[in-house]
């Protein structure tokens, strides 16, 4: 089955942009889709950007929509999830999800606040 590793969480402040990564290991990286997803406190998980195998399709939220980017890089077996002018809004952790075979990895907090 796998795992996936999230890493590059971190505090900020509203306006700032992080890039979070995600390290799948133990399948196929490229015939793979991912997802990233986040879970803000006392709320349910939810979608934020999706990726296929063909890397030019993509799927974003609208709460995503222009400010995030989800790419991914086969040789690193990393998906990147861009985020620009992050909002308090945005604060929650964030899950990378391998499609078809409900992997998930152990998430990274995002903090945005003044």
């Known amino acids: 089955q796998g795992h996936l590793v999230e890493s590059g969480g971190a505090s900020v402040q509203p306006g700032d942009s992080l890039r979070l990564s995600c390290v799948g290991a133990?399948?196929?990286?490229?015939?793979?889709?991912f997802s990233w997803y986040r879970q803000a406190p006392g709320k349910e998980r939810e979608h934020v950007a999706t990726?296929?195998?063909?890397?030019?399709?993509?799927e974003y939220s609208d709460s995503a929509k222009g400010r995030f980017t989800i790419s991914r890089d086969n040789r690193r077996s990393t998906v990147y999830l861009q985020m620009t002018d992050l909002k308090p809004e945005d604060t929650g952790v964030y899950y990378c999800?391998?499609?078809?075979?409900?992997?998930w990895g152990q998430g990274t907090q995002v903090t945005v606040s003044h």
């Open positions: 999800h391998r499609m078809n075979y409900d992997t």
């Open positions: 133990g399948f196929t990286f490229s015939d793979a889709a």
């Open positions: 990726i296929y195998s063909t890397e030019t399709l993509k």
